[in-house]
């Protein structure tokens, strides 16, 4: 049965960078679509990224194009954001999820279709 477990997340200054790992326990990630979430306190979780099973496909929330990138070596069994010019409003508990893929083109920002999610992991952007 498919885990994810992240890492990476800390504290960094505005305009730093970090980069988010989020790993498989046992299972390999080749036919799974992969997400990425966040949640700051007293907000809705929303949707930050969202990659493809077969990485050719990607998409960002408006917030964020530009400034992050998502990635996957399913070698390593482990999916990548890596995060740019951080702002303070990128702040929050970050949550990598998964799906088993329809489609080798399949990806959403939908957070109902995931089927698996890791604990998360908390990233803080403050001077």
């Known amino acids: 049965q498919l885990q994810l477990v992240e890492s990476g997340g800390g504290l960094v200054q505005p305009g730093g960078s970090l980069r988010l790992s989020c790993s498989a326990v046992?299972?390999?990630?080749?036919?799974?679509?992969i997400g990425w979430f966040r949640q700051a306190p007293g907000k809705e979780r929303e949707g930050v990224s969202c990659?493809?099973?077969?990485?050719?496909?990607?998409d960002y929330a408006a917030s964020v194009k530009g400034r992050f990138t998502v990635s996957r070596d399913d070698a390593k069994k482990t999916v990548y954001l890596q995060m740019n010019n951080l702002k303070p409003d990128d702040t929050g508990t970050y949550y990598c999820?998964?799906?088993?893929?329809?489609?080798?083109?399949?990806?959403?920002?939908?957070?109902?279709?995931?089927?698996?999610w890791g604990q998360g992991t908390q990233v803080t952007v403050s001077s």
């Open positions: 999820a998964a799906y088993g893929a329809f489609t080798i083109a399949s990806m959403s920002m939908d957070p109902d279709l995931y089927e698996v």
């Open positions: 046992e299972v390999t990630l080749d036919n799974y679509a």
């Open positions: 990659l493809s099973s077969s990485n050719r496909r990607t």
